[in-house]
């Protein structure tokens, strides 16, 4: 029998080591996508609601980093309306809102809205490790508009 959640688990973090590679090659970004596709079907069979939510972060952030940013939106905004429709963790409201600023990059109006709106609810993250790697984000995010 396959274990679906291994599976996604394994995927997940394997999109993560692809997206922190900086010198990934054509085919890799297309590995990067699958992966975290395949990610977010297992979760879809072995996870809860907030995995599926999170997968779809993840997937978000995979075509952002693509430059595919009406994919990333679309994605970026699945992730948000999971978490309004229920109670996760205080930190996945705000990475929801990172999505959309990370997807909205090349509209930076827009993109300075989210991070307002994901800064605002990263204020309400207690754990301080969570609510660093968020600000640390959402930082990235705001140099790279400046940038622009």
């Excluded at 679309?74 to 809102?97: G, I």
Aim: aromatic share 10%; net charge negative; glycine share 4%.
């Amino acid at each position: 029998m396959t274990d679906h959640r291994q599976l996604a688990v394994d995927l997940f973090n394997h999109t993560w080591s692809l997206l922190d590679n900086l010198n990934r090659t054509t085919d890799q970004d297309e590995e990067m996508v699958h992966a975290a596709h395949a990610s977010r079907y297992h979760w879809s069979i072995a996870g809860t609601a907030k995995n599926h939510a999170r997968g779809d972060w993840q997937i978000a952030r995979v075509y952002a980093a693509l430059g595919r940013y009406s994919e990333a939106e679309h994605y970026a905004q699945l992730c948000l309306d999971a978490c309004t429709r229920n109670e996760f963790d205080d930190w996945d409201v705000p990475f929801a809102y990172e999505g959309l600023a990370r997807s909205c990059i090349h509209n930076p109006e827009k993109a300075k809205q989210y991070l307002a709106e994901a800064r605002q609810f990263g204020e309400k993250v207690a754990k301080q490790d969570d609510k660093q790697w968020l600000f640390t984000n959402l930082d990235e995010i705001a140099s790279m508009i400046d940038g622009k």
